[in-house]
């Protein structure tokens, strides 16, 4: 009997892994098969930031690699830095050709192509990085970038804001709006529109060429970002006055742009799984240079003798009454700076009135001894 016994239940087991062979293996094997056979899409993404930039340059690579994580690994994104595949700002043109399917910039180096393009980045004296997002998303913001962009095969998304920056490092003292007469400033957008107006001259280049050019006194002054991206470029060696506030960029947004097509080929779990990305390094940006900021100013100032100052009153008036005229300009000239100025103004005047009575009276409250 026991003999019986043992060759059923060998029997059985043969016929089990019999079984088990016709369907695919075990359910181990048949799991491995089914993994080997997702089809991986390797995409491009094209950035006009320096290698491991902290904040942008590293804001894309982690927005690769979550966009990697939340597909499974079925969206591969290599993301190369300005100048690794493209020049800085031949960006906007390889997305919209399709050499790349992705490109993290700024919107504002796009002016030359598309002069509505820089009220996506940012317009002196206007929204903050929280009014620009209430803009984009409840404001008509996002539908007018998008047709704008649409005719360039690009879809436009916000993928982070570095918040108020500085106003910029400059190698001489600023007293009054004279000493702004006839300075070569790096400064891109509608910021150097209005340097033209008070006498000086905006020079616009890629992060990349900023330090060697004011430490060889190709420019007097540059705007960058703020303490935690300045200190990172070591721009404290080739100038020491570090003025603010950034009248010029008040919320700075940096934008993701895809291929039209190649995000139109895209599943769309991994289209939803795209946005939902970019949205997480949106918030995730303007919260990292919160936090980091004030550290890096100390350490500017306190480390490697930095002079802080504030921009003269009279300066910074004559800057707010350019930057009016300046927006007016640019709107006339372009039917679709037009549409999307129209917008900015009529979003801004509410909001505006809004933060009056909440975020500024809240500040001043605080500030208050």
Not at 92 to 102: C, E, I, K, P, Y
Not at 120 to 127: E, I, M, Q
Not at 195 to 213: D, H
Not at 333 to 346: A, G, L, R, T, W
């Amino acid at each position: 009997m026991n003999k019986i016994k043992k060759w059923n239940q060998a029997l059985l087991v043969g016929l089990m892994a019999a079984t088990l062979a016709a369907c695919g293996g075990t359910e181990e094997k048949g799991t491995a098969k089914a993994e080997q056979k997702v089809d991986v899409i390797h995409w491009k993404m094209v950035t006009t930031w320096p290698k491991n930039l902290p904040g942008m340059g590293t804001g894309a690579e982690a927005l690769a690699k979550n966009i990697k994580e939340m597909s499974n690994g079925r969206l591969d994104i290599k993301v190369y830095a300005a100048g690794e595949l493209v020049p800085a700002l031949e960006v906007f043109d390889a997305v919209s050709r399709g050499t790349a399917q992705m490109g993290h910039g700024s919107a504002y180096y796009w002016k030359g192509k598309v002069a509505a393009a820089q009220f996506f980045s940012t317009v002196p004296f206007g929204f903050n990085a929280q009014e620009f997002n209430a803009w984009i998303a409840y404001g008509g913001g996002l539908e007018l970038w998008e047709d704008i962009y649409a005719p360039f095969n690009l879809i436009p998304m916000v993928a982070g804001n570095a918040g108020v920056q500085m106003g910029g490092w400059f190698n001489k003292e600023i007293n009054s709006l004279e000493d702004f007469k006839g300075l070569k400033m790096r400064m891109p957008g509608l910021g150097g529109e209005v340097l033209k107006k008070v006498g000086a001259s905006p020079i616009n280049l890629p992060g990349s060429e900023v330090f060697t050019a004011l430490q060889t006194g190709t420019i007097d002054a540059t705007e960058w970002v703020g303490p935690y991206n300045d200190l990172a470029f070591g721009l404290y060696k080739a100038a020491k006055y570090y003025y603010y506030p950034g009248w010029h960029e008040p919320g700075s947004a940096v934008e993701v742009i895809f291929n039209k097509d190649a995000f139109a080929a895209l599943p769309k779990d991994l289209q939803a799984i795209a946005r939902a990305a970019v949205k997480q390094a949106n918030l995730d940006m303007i919260n990292e240079f919160t936090a980091r900021n004030n550290d890096a100013l100390q350490t500017l100032v306190n480390e490697h003798n930095v002079i802080l100052k504030p921009f003269p009153r009279d300066l910074l008036e004559a800057l707010k009454k350019a930057s009016a005229e300046t927006l007016e300009e640019v709107a006339a000239n372009d039917p679709n700076s037009q549409k999307v100025y129209e917008s900015f103004k009529n979003f801004m005047a509410p909001v505006s009135e809004w933060h009056d009575v909440s975020e500024r009276a809240y500040i001043n409250a605080r500030a208050d001894d």
